[in-house]
């Protein structure tokens, strides 16, 4: 008797879901019923949770990582023709705000073990148009910071971290 194949899914979201469904559909139900959508009581609670947990003394929550990327950019008053350096292997979104803003996408490689960018390769591609950097945690795995803040710093480059598919 043959046993049936059962598809494992890349990210299986109703699994996720199912763990925690009384308590997603409680608070649906609580921001539906008081209409409460934008900044509401929900949202604010949720703020200043973001702030003690990073901690942070702002926290900006947003729709989606896309609205987060150009929110970020936008107030680190970058110019249209900047250069960003954004890594190649990423998600459309992480070029696409950057164009969207008139800014000059510099796509660059990742280390092919870790799928992220590296100091060394970020520092390959600066020149004097750049002004930002954009690196992007994937998979679980975060960018080595430290050595991308000290290449930042020497360069007095703006970092705008991606960590839309960042896990802890």
């Known amino acids: 008797m043959a046993t049936a194949l059962r598809n494992i899914q890349m990210v299986d979201l109703n699994t996720q879901y199912d763990k ?7 608070a649906v139900r609580e921001v539906m019923g008081s209409a409460a959508f934008i900044n509401g009581p929900k949202g604010r609670s949720f703020q200043a949770a973001l702030e003690t947990y990073l901690p942070a003394k702002h ?3 947003c729709a989606n990582g896309t609205d987060a990327l150009q929110i970020a950019m ?3 008053d970058l110019q249209p023709g900047d250069e960003v350096i954004v890594p190649a292997f990423t998600y459309v979104a992480t070029a696409e705000v950057i164009a969207l ?3 000059r996408p510099v796509m660059v490689d990742v280390d092919p073990q870790t799928f992220n960018v590296t ?6 591609a600066i020149t004097p148009a750049t002004k930002a950097i954009v690196p992007v945690n994937l ?3 975060s960018c080595d910071m430290e050595p991308i803040m000290e290449v930042a710093r020497r360069y007095n480059l703006i970092v705008i971290e991606d960590n839309a598919s960042h896990r802890r």
Do not use: C, H, N, Y
Request: glycine content about 4%.
């Open 59 to 61: 926290a900006l929550p």
């Open 101 to 103: 803003l008139r800014l």
């Open 74 to 76: 936008m107030a680190a």
């Open 139 to 141: 998979f679980g795995q």
């Open 20 to 26: 925690i469904k009384s308590e997603v559909d409680e």
């Open 119 to 124: 100091a060394e390769i970020i520092e390959q």
